[in-house]
């Protein structure tokens, strides 16, 4: 009866507890900036760590979308309301253009796949990566799994600690939540994927669009890569709309009006919000002038920091060599407490080693008020020497102390260390395990 459109069902919460939660997006009277807004939602989920196969939009039948997570084991109502706002100030949006559901026994929302009983339109699940393209098949259900809510705890325990220290770590600078639960240290897969190359992206600026319903996500890759290249905001927007114009018109349904308002909003966020593209390597190099550079300044954790930083710089600087590095992430690397990284952060910064591109910049929400504080930018003065002695590191699973010392030990023999090292760095390099 309801899959045949004679009838609407929707679904409410338990008085204490729900197994999903739905943000539902509603803008009125304009369709296009709804999609856009949940296009903002599920790029924020999957940042903190929300896995792609356990977010699901469907069309409201209206004018907006519902943005659904089935869990696998009841979750308490306040704790579904605390996640709904906590997505709301890392997707920029209020409350009217996301409203949290289901609210016991006041709230509802619609089963997808129904019929929206005023406009007679079929409540299909949408296809994120074809800019919201209906997913014309009830088979599309079997295919959903519920979601593993221990996920869900580990991501608002990590936020929680975020927000005491007032630090909101930047999108392409941290990915805590990945395939199991919480790693050491890592970053957002949202602008790390293996598609998203610059000589992909380079490909997509220049041979245009070649797949129906990609226009959305192509404009989102291309405009992070302008930013990633040194141009400012407008120059971004106009050679967006520039590229727009030259591509072909069946390949996107959009008016071209409404590709300008779609790159207007994209360019902004992006901008505003400091989204570059990273390109993560799996494998680092690290050359002996390098290296000897490091294990040149004084003290032994100004050698670990600046190391960190140096990994962290190959990983994720873009094109001027500036990254994102914030204390939390270094402490988490090196082992070190916070209070000694960020004395010898400053060490390193008056002996040169580091430039501090900006400090201490505030952070606000979409009302204004202070959020929080972003991490500092740097840039490393260690000359990059072109060099046929280098040390190839893997990224994956890396303890970057023991790192340093294998990395040592592979570029420098024991008698140029003892020539260099303070006494005591010597012995303690000379007593471990690779020495012996």
């Known amino acids: ?46 940042e903190v760590g929300i896995k792609d196969k356990d977010i699901h939009i ?17 979750i308490g109502n306040d704790i579904a309301y605390e996640f709904y706002e906590m997505m709301l100030k890392h997707s920029d949006c209020t409350s009217k253009e996301i409203e949290f559901r289901p609210y016991m026994l006041k709230y509802g929302v619609k089963l997808p796949l129904g019929i929206h009983q005023a406009t007679g339109k079929r409540c299909w699940y949408v296809d994120y990566y074809n800019y919201f393209k209906p997913i014309e098949s009830f088979d599309h259900i079997l295919t959903i799994e519920q979601m593993d809510v221990d996920i869900l705890y580990a991501i608002m325990e990590r936020e929680k600690d975020i927000y005491e220290e007032q630090e909101i770590i930047d999108i392409e600078e941290t990915r805590n939540i990945i395939e199991t639960k919480i790693t050491a240290l890592g ?54 709309n520039e ?3 030259q591509q072909d018109e069946t390949k996107y349904s959009t008016s071209l009006e409404g590709c300008y308002k779609d790159n207007e909003l994209i360019v902004q ?29 004084k003290s032994l954790n100004q050698k670990l920091i600046a190391y960190c930083l140096l990994i962290h710089s190959k990983r994720y600087a873009n094109q001027q060599g500036v990254f994102y590095m914030s204390f939390n992430q270094m402490s988490i690397a ?35 008020a202070f959020a929080g504080k972003k991490p500092n930018k740097y840039q490393i003065n260690i000359e990059k020497v ?31 260390l003892k020539n260099v090292l303070p006494r005591r760095q010597y012995e303690q390099l000379r007593a471990t395990e690779i020495y012996k």
């Open 1 to 46: 009866m309801y899959l045949n459109g004679k009838g609407a069902y929707g679904v409410f919460s338990a008085k204490d507890f729900t197994k999903f939660l739905t943000f539902d997006v509603d803008v009125k009277d304009d369709l296009q900036r709804a999609k856009w807004i949940a296009f903002r939602l599920v790029g924020s989920l999957k």
């Open 58 to 74: 469907s069309f409201s039948g209206n004018k907006g979308y519902h943005v659904d997570l089935y869990f696998n084991k009841p």
């Open 187 to 240: 970053s957002y897969k949202q602008n790390v994927e293996e598609k998203e190359t610059i000589e992909s992206i380079e490909k997509l600026v220049h041979e245009g669009l070649q797949i129906v319903s990609t226009r959305h996500n192509s404009s989102f890759k291309i405009a992070k890569y302008f930013r990633y290249q040194g141009y400012d905001q407008e120059e971004a927007l106009d050679m967006l």
């Open 243 to 245: 590229w727009i114009r």
């Open 269 to 297: 966020y992006i901008y505003e919000k400091e989204v570059t593209l990273t390109i993560e390597s799996k494998t680092i190099e690290l050359t002996y002038e390098e290296m000897k550079q490091i294990i040149k300044l």
């Open 334 to 368: 090196s082992g070190l407490s916070d209070k000694t990284v960020r004395t010898n952060v400053n060490k390193l910064e008056e002996i040169g080693i580091i430039n501090v591109i900006a400090r201490n910049q505030i952070l606000k929400d979409s009302r204004g």
């Open 386 to 416: 072109v060099s046929d002695a280098l040390c190839e590191i893997k990224i994956e699973g890396l303890n970057y102390n023991a790192s340093l010392k294998l990395v040592i030990n592979s570029l420098f023999d024991m008698s140029e």
